[in-house]
């Protein structure tokens, strides 16, 4: 079952301006996460926030998290080209396992 | 360098014909996961391991087998029980066991059936 769901699906942005991913979830967690995933690559690890954090910074990114209204956010500030890829957030549905939501497309536009 | 390499990259294979993934790591990583990944969609959990010679299965393992007869390897084997095994499918290792901490992936392998 997919326990996170990204929103919006596709999100096509200029450079230069930001970008921001939401995830909701549906039961309790101790953290989320947010990868990344280039076309027909691996997904490499962004950003571990903790169910008693409430924001984390790393570079241009900045996550935020609220347990009240099981969501996060994903901002991506100042984007760039490079930063075209798919964005997935994932959380501990139990202590061993991750569960990801199905992905939101960045384009970022030249 | 240290990190997870899986192989091939790219595979075909006619029905009905079992086919393994290589996924090695030497990481020194404890925990290791198989998943598949559909075309627009999410990671889906097949197998996971948090320790030699033992395995869980995940959320779509029929149709799947694996192994982990050594900390660095954990081989996932496509069955032909598996209705529909085209897909890209990555591996991932975590060195936290005690919970779900950061994945390291590999690149993944994507299986084509005819």
């Known amino acids: 079952s997919q326990q996170g769901e990204e929103d919006p699906q596709a999100l096509s942005i200029q450079e230069g301006e930001n970008a921001t991913m939401n995830c909701s979830y549906k039961?309790?967690?101790?953290?989320l996460q947010w990868y990344r995933q280039n076309s027909g690559r691996g997904l490499v690890h962004l950003i571990l926030?903790?169910?008693?954090?409430r924001e984390k910074h790393s570079g241009r990114l900045r996550v935020t998290l609220d347990t009240s209204k099981k969501s996060s956010s994903l901002l991506i500030t100042a984007s760039r080209a490079a930063d075209t890829a798919s964005y997935f957030c994932?959380?501990?549905?139990?202590?061993?396992?991750?569960?990801f939501g199905s992905g939101t497309q960045l384009t970022v536009l030249p | 360098d240290g990190g997870i390499t899986q192989s091939p990259k790219y595979l075909f294979r006619k029905e009905g014909q079992n086919v393994t993934l290589s996924c090695e790591q030497n990481?020194?990583?404890?925990?290791m996961y198989w998943y598949r990944q559909d075309p627009g969609q999410g990671l889906r959990l097949i197998y996971y391991?948090?320790?030699?010679?033992?395995?869980q299965k995940g959320d779509i393992a029929e149709g799947y087998s694996v192994s982990r007869e050594k900390k660095e390897s954990f081989p996932l084997t496509v069955t032909s029980a598996q209705k529909n095994p085209t897909a890209f499918y990555l591996c991932?290792?975590?060195?936290?066991?005690?919970?779900?901490?950061?994945?390291?992936f590999g690149e993944g392998s994507r299986l084509t059936v005819l």
């Open positions: 991932a290792s975590s060195g936290v066991t005690g919970e779900a901490g950061e994945l390291f």
């Open positions: 039961t309790s967690i101790n953290n």
């Open positions: 926030i903790r169910s008693n954090e």
């Open positions: 994932a959380t501990d549905r139990s202590a061993r396992q991750l569960t």
């Open positions: 990481l020194n990583h404890d925990a």
């Open positions: 391991s948090q320790i030699v010679n033992d395995f």
